[in-house]
């Protein structure tokens, strides 16, 4: 009995995983009743064939993919404002040591964006996340409040629901800014002392590490901010992160933990990461878990993709405003990928003239194309998403590894921190 295209075998010592990429459903048995690394033997039991065709393992449902993963969150739409260009920290790694730029956020910027938000309220969106990026956002904490201010008094005349996020290294992170909200997701970056403070430095070279942790602990305590940790991994603290996460749970910071990869740049001269891109897919799936579980954190990474994509990029209304008023698509597009504004008709809105802009990437789906749905691959693959139209299923972990890591923590009774499962 052949398994279906969709399914993914793994040796694992004495047991062999089955993993249905359709569904999610992840099942080991003992490797003595495979044929073949495709081929289940005929002498399993009749519960085991019965689960096997109930559960898709045998004959995989491509359509019933489709729509049970059609993202559910696409009436949220999410508007990246950059309010600066400017920093005050000198990152050896960051990419965006090649764009030297202190533009700050016009008013007529900030006057579009209003309008676009009027306008798609107009065509029945209810629903906005208002995530604040830079260059370090913090350093114009008055913009930031003028605009939410804005904004909260059309969600009050056009009974939106707005929530709001911060791209911040956190330097600047006080209380009196946190308390102009109900609630803010805190997206920021941290590692160990020693690691932090030799590459995000201020401009002046002090170190900033002791100032950002303390700021993390106020703001956590306030119950008003909600803080994300990307740590920043390299060839030099991939063994510090045990010790990071202690450091963090003995702590007053309470703080979801995701690892993020170094690129190198050629720009960034006096920084290397000598840590291979598939080293580090390894290791932050298999050894960054068990460090993660250990210390009770939860793992929020996982090897399965939506059919439509998770991707603000491709929510029809979600946009990225440059504070010199250029768009993008979603937070990610950087600063030579901007677009300027084109109008589409005299009669059209502002709104509709800014997605006539993007219209060319916002209109061909990842995996609307024949490739795709052609694909054994199609689960565990974002598709040909505009930031990498490479075929690459292993884009953010690797995916035997993390199965593995998966099974035995689930032996182990730690499916509970796995948060991207069913």
Not at 8 to 15: F, K, Q, R, Y
Not at 194 to 204: F, V
């Amino acid at each position: 009995m052949r398994f279906s295209r969709y399914v993914d075998i793994i040796e694992n010592g004495n047991e062999t995983i089955l993993c249905n990429t359709l569904t999610q459903e992840i099942v080991t048995i003992d490797s003595k009743k495979m044929k073949s690394k495709t081929e289940i033997s005929s002498e399993i039991s009749e519960d085991e064939r019965k689960y096997l065709f109930e559960n898709g393992f045998i004959h995989g449902d491509l359509e019933s993919y489709k729509q049970k993963t059609i993202n559910l969150k696409r009436d949220l739409v999410t508007i990246t404002i950059n309010i600066t260009e400017d920093c005050n920290f000198s990152c050896t790694y960051c990419y965006q040591n090649d764009f030297l730029s202190k533009n700050v956020i016009t008013d007529q910027t900030i006057n579009n964006i209003m309008q676009y938000i009027l306008d798609i309220a107009q065509l029945g969106v209810r629903r906005l996340y208002i995530y604040f990026f830079g260059g370090e956002p913090l350093l114009y904490k008055k913009r930031i409040l003028a605009i939410k201010s804005k904004i909260d008094q059309i969600a009050s005349e056009k009974s939106l629901s707005i929530s709001y996020g911060l791209g911040t290294n956190a330097y600047l992170l006080t209380p009196d800014f946190i308390n102009h909200f109900d609630s803010l997701i805190v997206d920021t970056t941290l590692t160990s002392r020693k690691d932090h403070d030799r590459n995000r430095s201020l401009k002046s070279g002090s170190g900033t590490y002791d100032k950002i942790f303390e700021n993390l602990a106020v703001a956590s305590k306030s119950g008003r901010v909600k803080i994300h940790i990307g740590y920043n991994t390299s060839d030099k603290n991939t063994e510090e992160f045990q010790s990071f996460l202690v450091t963090i749970r003995q702590s007053d910071i309470k703080a979801h933990i995701n690892c993020y990869y170094i690129n190198n740049y050629e720009f960034n001269e006096n920084y290397f990461n000598a840590l291979s891109y598939e080293k580090y897919l390894k290791w932050v799936s298999s050894t960054a878990i068990d460090h993660l579980i250990e210390n009770g954190f939860l793992v929020n990474i996982s090897p399965f993709s939506s059919y439509r994509f998770e991707c603000d990029a491709y929510n029809p209304w979600s946009v990225k405003f440059f504070s010199d008023g250029s768009i993008g698509l979603c937070n990610a597009t950087n600063f030579y990928e901007r677009r300027i504004i084109k109008s589409f008709t005299e009669s059209s809105s502002f709104a509709e003239d800014v997605q006539y802009s993007l219209y060319d990437q916002k209109s061909v789906l990842p995996k609307s194309n024949n490739q795709c749905n052609s694909c054994e691959l199609i689960a565990v693959c974002r598709g040909k998403v505009q930031c990498d139209t490479s075929c690459n299923p292993n884009y953010s972990i690797d995916r035997e590894t993390f199965i593995r890591s998966f099974v035995k923590h689930t032996n182990l009774g730690n499916r509970k921190f796995f948060t991207q499962f069913n």
